[in-house]
Nanobody
């Protein structure tokens, strides 16, 4: 069974920074893509950023230039550095993994709240 454990969420003032971490454990085949999604109340879950096994990154337009995704040396970890946070970044952030055989895994979510 695969588990994704997220950490790093919290409350921050607008303009501040937070760093989210996600570590995958359990029986998982080679990881193809890792990423972060978020869901605000009343909204659909949306892509924030992804990173491939080759290091290629992709960002939502709303976070470009402010957020940075990276993978840890252990390769089963992914981070999201969030700078210049805005109140509209408030959401539950979910870690996501796509394995090499096409299986999707999700974390339990971590709350990020940005106050104005």
């Amino acid at each position: 069974q695969v588990q994704l454990v997220e950490s790093g969420g919290g409350l921050v003032q607008a303009g501040g920074s937070l760093r989210l971490s996600c570590a995958a454990s359990g029986s998982i085949s080679s990881i193809d893509v890792m990423g972060w999604y978020r869901q605000a109340p009343g909204n659909y879950r949306e892509l924030v950023a992804t990173i491939t096994s080759g290091g290629n990154t992709n960002y939502a337009d709303s976070v470009k230039g402010r957020f940075a995704i990276s993978r840890g040396n252990a390769k089963n970890t992914v981070y999201l550095q969030m700078n210049s946070l805005k109140p509209e970044d408030t959401a539950v952030y979910y870690c996501w993994i796509l394995s090499a055989i096409g299986s999707n895994y999700w974390g339990q979510g971590t709350q990020v709240t940005v106050s104005s």
